[in-house]
């Protein structure tokens, strides 16, 4: 029950993650706005909806998943940095 219940929400989470990271690959750093005829976008938005339908909404899976993005947040911005240190913002 509880440990198959974490298993599924780490699974979503890391699914979300590598979604952020995707969108943030293709548009990040650009003035190109990201639209759902791009397939990451549309994959990112999916990936929302799976973890929202399983109940990660619920304020202790809200924390995770926030958790989650700022962390691909932040290894964008770095990786960015590396490469231009115009911007400190992460953009989605």
Same mark, same amino acid.
Request: aromatic share 12%.
């Given at each position: 029950g509880s440990q198959n219940n974490d298993t599924k929400r780490q699974f979503l989470l890391e699914r979300l993650l590598? =979604?952020?990271k995707q969108c943030q690959i293709r548009? &990040? &750093?650009r003035k190109e706005i990201a639209s759902d005829s791009d397939s990451r976008? %549309?994959?990112l938005c +999916?990936?929302?909806e799976a973890v929202l339908q399983h109940g990660l909404k619920r304020s202790r899976g809200l924390a995770? %998943?926030?958790a989650a993005l700022k962390q +691909? =947040? &932040?290894?964008a911005s770095k990786t960015e940095t +590396?490469?231009?240190s115009s911007? /400190? /913002?992460p953009r989605i």
């Open positions: 590598d =979604a952020v548009f &990040g &750093g976008v %549309t994959c +999916a990936q929302f995770l %998943t926030a +691909a =947040a &932040g290894f +590396a490469s231009s911007s /400190s /913002s």
